[in-house]
């Protein structure tokens, strides 16, 4: 009977490299130098600092290879091999039987080898011995345009929106709800409490009468004061014309008049 102690490993031992031992010192790893060294592998187009033949070289022309169409191809000995008479051959059909790859492929059948069952072949493209072929045996054949998965739909036509006038909403003006008054029943008196409200109601009744015959005192009417025109107001009292008194003549004013007087007589003689 075999023991658990008793098992030896199966296989090789792994080989770890730069860890000495039985291998040697440097254990595969060689002897220094970046390759020696841990961390990340240096890059395929590294070439020690210097300009890399990828950049060295020119670069000329243009390609069209990303936008190129590319076409799954489909023989007609495949089609032989793979479908019944009677049979429609399309993309999903193609596709069950692993005759093409998915994600929506083009689709192009050639004419290799021969048909001779009646098949509906539906494709992108048809080779003209492929098409000619197809239709002696029979066929039908069916050019499609886009993928089989989304064929080609016509566009819808646009209609125009109907113009609908815009309702103003009326904001309702909230009326506030009536409610009925609550009438309540007078609370009965009691005999005891009857009888102390009486002198009260009496007291308040001659009080009523005592200020009903009070006679109602006279106020003084009020005066208006009379308007005055403001033009009246500023209009002050004329003064009195002043008399003006006699002017006296001086004695000097005289005697010059009395030597002008002499002068002219001389004169006139």
Same mark, same amino acid.
């Not at 072929?133 to 036509?157: C, F, N």
């Not at 009260?200 to 106020?219: L, N, W, Y």
């Given at each position: ?8 490993? /199966?296989? =090789? ?13 440097? /254990? ?9 060294? /841990?961390?990340?592998?240096? &890059? ?8 890399? !033949? *990828?950049?060295?070289?020119? #670069? ?7 936008? &190129?169409?590319?076409? @799954?191809?489909?023989? !007609? ?7 019944? *008479?009677? /049979? ?29 069952? #009646? ?5 992108? #493209? ?8 197809? !239709?002696?045996?029979?066929? @039908? ?11 080609? =739909? ?22 506030? =709800? ?28 001659? #009080? ?40 006296? @003549?001086?004695? @000097? =004013? ?16």
């Amino acid at each position: 009977m075999v023991r658990l102690d008793q098992l030896t490993p /199966s296989g =090789k031992k792994r080989k770890r490299v730069g860890r000495g031992g039985s291998r040697g010192g440097t /254990s595969g790893k060689g002897h220094k130098g970046q390759k020696a060294r /841990s961390g990340p592998k240096i &890059k395929i187009q590294f070439e020690g600092g210097q300009m890399p !033949l *990828t950049r060295r070289l020119p #670069k000329r022309g243009f390609t069209n290879a990303r936008f &190129k169409t590319t076409y @799954e191809i489909v023989n !007609l000995k495949t089609l032989q091999e793979a479908f019944d *008479t009677g /049979s429609t051959v399309d993309a999903q059909a193609l596709y069950a039987k692993g005759l093409v790859r998915g994600g929506r492929p083009l689709i192009k059948v050639l004419g290799d080898g021969d048909l001779e069952k #009646k098949l509906i072949v539906h494709a992108n #493209k048809f080779s003209k011995a492929a098409a000619e072929r197809i !239709l002696q045996a029979g066929g @039908e054949v069916h050019v499609t345009e886009g993928t089989q998965a989304e064929p080609v =739909k016509a566009a819808p036509e646009k209609v125009a929106p109907k113009k609908v006038a815009p309702v103003k909403a009326e904001k309702a003006k909230a009326t506030p =709800k009536k409610t009925a008054p609550v009438k309540t029943a007078p609370a009965k008196a009691t005999p005891a409490k009857a009888e102390e409200a009486a002198p009260k109601k009496a007291a308040k009744a001659k #009080k009523a009468e005592t200020k009903k015959a009070k006679p109602a005192k006279a106020t003084p009417e009020k005066v208006a004061p009379e308007k005055v025109a403001p033009e009246m107001a500023e209009a002050k009292p004329e003064e009195p014309a002043k008399e003006e008194a006699p002017k006296q @003549e001086t004695p @000097e =004013k005289e005697a010059v008049g009395k030597e002008v007087s002499v002068e002219d007589t001389e004169t006139s003689e």
